[in-house]
């Protein structure tokens, strides 16, 4: 009975009533094995008896008391987030949007302090950052967009992955204060940029006084290998989101920043009222204690390096298959068509997965995901892909 929920999303007819690791059972006692984990978002599986135990305990102590007050746990999740980031200062928020609305809130606040009219920020095509209004115009997907005009000025478009167009920009305006990029592309499709590209846009910021805004809301967490995606490639971003695989399902979201950034919001000048409450906290600092002790970070990089080469040498050169890419436990197989339909099928073999950007299957399975759980994905993966590509050309 769904004819009392606006209808924002097209739900398949599935509802889930347990989870356990990286398996789900559903209302009729069936299992499936979740290489979607809530879109990123149960890294450390369903029910970790680490992160309910968190939960339980901080539920039946005190679970909200509002940012009027201090709230240790919020201070110790800020200081251990710093740490693993190289960040300075922590805001946190409930979601990846109203993390990525802190970032433009601060950058556009930071341009003011600085005497820019109208601070603009530079945003890539095939970007996601969420569904607020400030977050849906800075999103470069029309779809998202289309019907909630006017957006929001101060926004430029640029291609992705593209430094000459940064440059242009650089060269063309005097209103910029900051850009704000995914490192891998999630929603665009699992888009990986080259190798050399966050470090030139880290060079170009530098050069231009802009701030590096990252939007790891989705590659952060250990997703792609390391804490940050950006860590890879060793840059060190002016400001950090994450949100997604921070609470392990928990709702909690937080916008970090160093140097000047970490400075510019005062009292006053932004607020969240249920923002890093004693309970998100809680679940969020047993989420980082199993993440570091288990070294999962780690695990998504060896894992995830292994099902990419498994997949590549089972699917790429095939007819239809465009590319198999993406890194840790963050991955992507782009066909030649459009391929919703798949999961449907996967979802009637007991495999969850997801379709973005039309043509890209996505997999983002719990980063705890164990060598026969991914044996057995791979193997999923292909026969689904085969079938897709087979029954295309019986339709052409
Ligand atoms: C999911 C996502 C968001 C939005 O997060 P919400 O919690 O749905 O608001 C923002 N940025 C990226 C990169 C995401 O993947």
Known sequence: MT???????????????????????????????????????????HAHPRVTEALCRQAATLVHTSNLYRIPLQEELAARLCRLTGMERAFFCNSGAEANEAAIKLARRLGNTRGVEQPAVVVAQGAFHGRTLATLTATGNRRVQAGFEPLVPGFVRVPYNDLEALEAVARNRQDVVAVLLEPVQGEGGVVVPDEDYLPGVRALCDRQGWLLMLDEVQTGMGRTGSWLACQRQGVLPDVVTLAKALGNGFPIGACLARGA???VLGPGSHASTFGGNPLACAAALAVLEVMEAEALAEHAARLGGRLLAGLQEALLGRPGVLAVRGCGLMLGIELDRPCGELVMRALERGVLLNVTAERVLRLLPPLILTEEEAARLQEAVRELVEEALAAGEGRA
Do not use: K, N, S
Request: proline share 2%; net charge negative; aromatic share 10%.
């Open 3 to 45: 004819e009392h929920l606006m209808e924002t999303y097209a739900r398949l007819p599935v509802a889930f009533v347990r989870g356990e690791g990286a398996w789900l059972w559903d209302e009729q006692g069936r299992r499936y094995l979740d290489a979607l984990a809530g879109i990123g978002v149960c890294a450390l599986g």
């Open 261 to 263: 950034a970490a400075e």
